[in-house]
């Protein structure tokens, strides 16, 4: 039984779009990101990865086990930022290591002087109260349950076909 187009979809496109978010605030909008932001990167990545192999797969049973797959991989990266939201809320203690992005270069000691640091506990943009960690949670919650819930109705389809 394959995976609905649907599911298999979402399992590219949310964690792209959140990829492609996270990059344009980083390049474009200079908010560089704390070591906690690129743990919840690394899950998309595979996600990605998942959702692609699947689609190549597509529609032979094992695209059912990519896709899932790709759900728990962007379950995951939700559940990160989940966490790190709630470092930013100051809900609880967070990592202690901080981030700092350093320019390549031939003067390595004075990059890393000027290096911007990013702190894991302060959130350096919020809309209507809501980080872009808590905004990955979010979606990346609501998104894996969705594409989980599909697949789910998937299996119940077979299961009546």
């Keep these: 039984m394959a995976p609905s187009n649907a599911a298999l979809r979402l399992s590219i ?3 792209a779009a959140l990829i492609g978010g996270a990059l344009i605030s980083q390049y474009v909008f ?6 906690m932001c690129m743990w919840q990167r690394w899950p998309h990545y595979g996600a ?3 959702g692609v192999a699947a689609s190549a797969l597509y529609p032979r ?9 790709a759900a728990l ?3 995951t990266s ?4 989940g966490f790190h939201a ?3 809320y100051g809900w609880w203690e967070g990592i202690t290591s901080c981030a700092a992005n350093i320019a390549a270069g031939d003067d390595l000691l004075g990059s890393i002087m000027n290096a911007p640091l990013v702190r894991c506990d302060v959130a350096p943009w919020t809309l209507f109260g809501i980080s872009l960690a808590g905004f990955n ?5 609501g998104g894996a349950m969705i594409i989980m819930g599909l697949l789910a109705m998937g299996r119940k389809d077979a299961g009546n076909g």
């Design 13 to 15: 496109a949310i964690p």
């Design 73 to 75: 991989a962007i379950l």
């Design 48 to 50: 990605i990865f998942l």
């Design 30 to 35: 200079g908010l560089y990101p704390c070591e």
């Design 137 to 141: 949670f979010l979606l990346s919650v």
């Design 61 to 69: 049973p094992l695209a059912n086990y990519l896709v899932f797959g």
């Design 78 to 81: 939700g559940l990160i930022g």
């Design 86 to 88: 709630g470092v930013e």
